[in-house]
């Protein structure tokens, strides 16, 4: 699969332009993606190491991602989050101030969260016949339609987010 251009857009929305690959993979990746980084997010937010590596990957990635952005809206995403979490690490090294682990919690809960709330708002609620959902059910022999898959997709999410929920809980027991 050759990634052609992304473009995250002001107004929440995106697209991606792909040449080749896998479509069962690469359709549901933007909605189960995002909840399955929650997921480890939560999960990593459950010991200080874990935490620090995870920060310290989330902003790599988020610099990789800074340098080959096209429009200065993921741009300026990309800075504050670089500066928030390097502010947030400052802060935990040097002081008495242990909010590391809770920041990608939070960040998380909140990616999980969304995940399931955008799943809901594109795919189930608003009938939009160019959404990842519908593409799918093109492409999918089954006979679920762009709603469906939708369902499907909120689910998975749904169940990305409680299963790091109590795996967390168990962790921290």
């Given amino acids: 699969m050759k ?3 992304i473009q995250v857009h002001a107004d929440e929305g995106g697209t991606t332009q792909t040449r080749g690959g896998i ?8 909605y189960l993606g995002s909840s399955f980084w929650g997921m480890v997010l939560i999960l990593a937010s459950t010991n200080l190491l874990t935490a620090r590596i995870a ?3 989330f902003v790599v990635a988020l610099l990789v991602v800074l340098c080959v952005a096209k429009n200065w809206t993921l ?13 947030v690490w400052v802060l935990q090294e040097t002081t008495k101030i242990r909010i590391l682990q809770y920041i ?6 909140m990616n999980s969260l969304f995940s399931v709330y955008d799943i809901y708002d594109d795919l189930i609620s608003r009938r939009v016949h160019s959404s990842d959902a519908e593409k799918f059910a093109e492409v999918c022999p089954c006979p679920c339609n762009g709603v469906g898959w939708g369902v499907i997709w909120g689910l998975i999410s749904f169940l990305f987010l409680c299963g ?3 795996l ?6």
């Fill in 164 to 166: 790091a929920m109590y």
């Fill in 168 to 173: 967390g809980l168990v962790i921290l027991s």
């Fill in 55 to 57: 920060a310290g990957c």
């Fill in 75 to 87: 741009r300026g995403l990309c800075i504050g989050f670089v500066i928030f979490l390097g502010v």
């Fill in 104 to 109: 990608i919690l939070f960040i998380g809960v």
């Fill in 23 to 30: 479509y069962w993979l690469i359709l549901p990746a933007g």
């Fill in 3 to 5: 990634v052609e251009g």
